[in-house]
Antibody, heavy 120, light 109 residues
Framework: EVQLVESGGGLVQPGRSMKLSCAAS????????MAWVRQAPTKGLEWVAT????????YYRDSVKGRFTISRDNAKSTLYLQMNTLRSEDTATYYC?????????????WGQGVMVTVSS | DIVLTQSPALAVSLGQRATISCRAS??????????MHWYQQKPGQQPKFLIY???NLASGIPARFSGSGSGTDFTLTINPVQADDIATYYC????????FGPGTKLELK
C-alpha cells in the first residue's frame, strides 16, 4: 500500500523558514517523480513544485521560485520542501504527492497533508 | 497560465447521472493526448485521483466514474451517483505548467 506521511508543519513568522518532510513507503521511491501541492484554507488546490525520480530536474510555480527548494533522498525514501522567506499567502495545507509520469502530469497518490501557518 | 473554469456547485439526486464540466482557457490537447485529469476531495480529507488524460480511470476507481473531452472542454460523469460520491471535484491540466480548476461541489438535491 502506497503511503505518504508529511511532517514539519506548524506556525512560523513571516520572513522565516520551515522545512517539510514526506516519508514514502509501499513503492519504489527512486522510480517516481514527486511533487508538493498546497491548499489554502477553504480554497482550491495549487501545484507548488515537482522533482524528477533522480532529483536531477526540479520545477516550481512562479510565486515560490527562489524561495522554495524541493529535494529528495532516495536512500531514505523521503521528499523535502525547504521554504524560505515565508509569506502570509503561503499559509496552506501542504500535500506530498506521487507524480508517476515525466515531467509530472498528474498526482496519483496524496499524503494526508501538513498545515503551515505563516503569521506574526 | 492556463485557467480552468468549473461551475461552483451541482445538485443531483441519488441514482441519477451527474455531469461535471471543466473548460480550459486554451487547448490542453497535445498530439494524441488530452492532458486533463480529475480528483475527488471530501471534507477534511486529501484529494483522491480519479481519471487521467481525460478518459482513463485510475486504479481502484469504480466504473460509474467516466471522463471525456478534448481541446478546451472536458466532462467528468458519475452514473449512477451514490451517497459516497458527495464531494468536491477538481479538474487539473498539464498542457502548460500545472493548474487546477476551482472545484465543483456535488450536492444532493
Amino acid at each position: 500500500e502506497v503511503q505518504l506521511v508529511e511532517s514539519g508543519g506548524g506556525l512560523v513568522q513571516p520572513g522565516r523558514s520551515m522545512k517539510l518532510s514526506c516519508a514514502a513507503s509501499g513503492f519504489t521511491f527512486s522510480n517516481y517523480g514527486m511533487a508538493w501541492v498546497r491548499q489554502a484554507p477553504t480554497k482550491g488546490l495549487e501545484w507548488v513544485a515537482t522533482i524528477s525520480y533522480d532529483g536531477s530536474s526540479t520545477y516550481y510555480r512562479d510565486s515560490v521560485k527562489g524561495r522554495f527548494t524541493i529535494s529528495r533522498d532516495n536512500a531514505k525514501s523521503t521528499l523535502y520542501l525547504q521554504m524560505n522567506t515565508l509569506r502570509s499567502e503561503d499559509t496552506a495545507t501542504y500535500y506530498c504527492t506521487r507524480s508517476p509520469t515525466t515531467p509530472g502530469e498528474y498526482f496519483d497518490y496524496w499524503g494526508q497533508g501538513v498545515m503551515v501557518t505563516v503569521s506574526s | 497560465d492556463i485557467v480552468l473554469t468549473q461551475s461552483p456547485a451541482l445538485a443531483v439526486s441519488l441514482g441519477q447521472r451527474a455531469t461535471i464540466s471543466c473548460r480550459a482557457s486554451q487547448s490542453v490537447s497535445i498530439s494524441k493526448y488530452n492532458l486533463m485529469h480529475w480528483y475527488q476531495q471530501k471534507p477534511g480529507q486529501q484529494p483522491k485521483f480519479l481519471i487521467y488524460r481525460a478518459s482513463n480511470l485510475a486504479s481502484g476507481i469504480p466504473a460509474r466514474f467516466s471522463g471525456s473531452g478534448s481541446g478546451t472542454d472536458f466532462t467528468l460523469t458519475i452514473n449512477p451517483v451514490q451517497a459516497d460520491d458527495i464531494a468536491t471535484y477538481y479538474c487539473q491540466q498539464s498542457g502548460e505548467s500545472l493548474t487546477f480548476g476551482p472545484g465543483t461541489k456535488l450536492e444532493l438535491k
